[in-house]
């Protein structure tokens, strides 16, 4: 059973438009959520975090939205550059355990 | 300073034979994180240690499976009789203090396994 889920596999959005990544998850107990980013054979790299106290989350072009009611989270990237061509990964964090959703592939399309 | 090492960056194996895949943290990094990512799925997390806490090993998808991490420094993730759905890439990851969120999660690059 998926605790977490990016329902979307892949995105494509143009260049300079905005992108918006989903992920739901099931667990309310669920107190912090993060968005990690990868590129191929390479790790995750950490993007940005929200602690469920909170709703909104911005650093620099990236911004994220919590949902509590809805168990819902959101990436926002904007503008849209090239080289944020990569998988997407949301994660959260529930005593000492990460859980994450299967990626979102963003596709920048010029 | 130098990050997250892994080693080997690749390894090939045949089913049944035991793998051992090392970390070596960020120095001064008391949290330490195994995760694996099989090909088209997501991170799957399997172990994390906590300075000299007991670790928290539920995430072990099987007992063919074990960590070790000596102190704050070098983590080697055994795998006996390997499988060929153990192929994937294994990552590393280490953080100051092991707060996830409010501690950033430094990866390596990873081990690429493949059990023939």
């Known amino acids: 059973d998926q605790q977490v889920k990016q329902n979307s596999p892949s995105l494509s959005v143009q260049e300079g438009r905005i992108s918006i990544l989903n992920c739901d998850y099931t667990?309310?107990?669920?107190?912090?959520f993060l968005w990690y980013k990868k590129y191929p054979a390479e790790g995750p790299t950490f993007l940005i975090s929200?602690?469920?106290?909170?709703d909104k989350n911005e650093d620099g072009r990236f911004t994220v939205f919590l949902n509590k009611s809805a168990k819902h989270l959101s990436l926002h990237i904007v503008p849209s550059q090239p080289g944020d061509s990569a998988v997407y990964f949301c994660?959260?964090?529930?005593?000492?355990?990460?859980?994450f959703g299967k990626g979102t592939r963003l596709h920048i399309l010029p | 300073g130098a990050g997250v090492s892994q080693s080997p960056s690749n390894k090939v194996t045949e089913k049944g034979k035991d793998v051992e895949l090392r970390c070596d943290p960020i120095?001064?990094?008391?949290?330490l994180y195994w995760y694996r990512q099989r090909l088209g799925q997501g991170l799957e997390f399997l172990i994390y240690?906590?300075?000299?806490?007991?670790?928290?090993k539920s995430g072990l998808p099987s007992d063919r499976f074990s960590a070790e991490r000596t102190g704050e420094s070098v983590s080697t993730l055994t795998i006996q009789r390997t499988q060929q759905e153990d192929s994937a890439v294994y990552l590393c990851?280490?953080?100051?203090?092991?707060?996830?969120?409010?501690?950033?999660?430094?990866f390596g690059p990873g081990t690429r396994l493949t059990v023939l």
């Open positions: 240690f906590q300075g000299n806490s007991a670790p928290d």
């Open positions: 994660a959260a964090w529930g005593g000492d355990k990460i859980i």
């Open positions: 667990n309310s107990m669920f107190d912090y």
């Open positions: 990851a280490s953080s100051l203090a092991g707060l996830a969120g409010v501690d950033t999660q430094y």
């Open positions: 120095s001064g990094h008391t949290a």
């Open positions: 929200i602690s469920s106290i909170k």
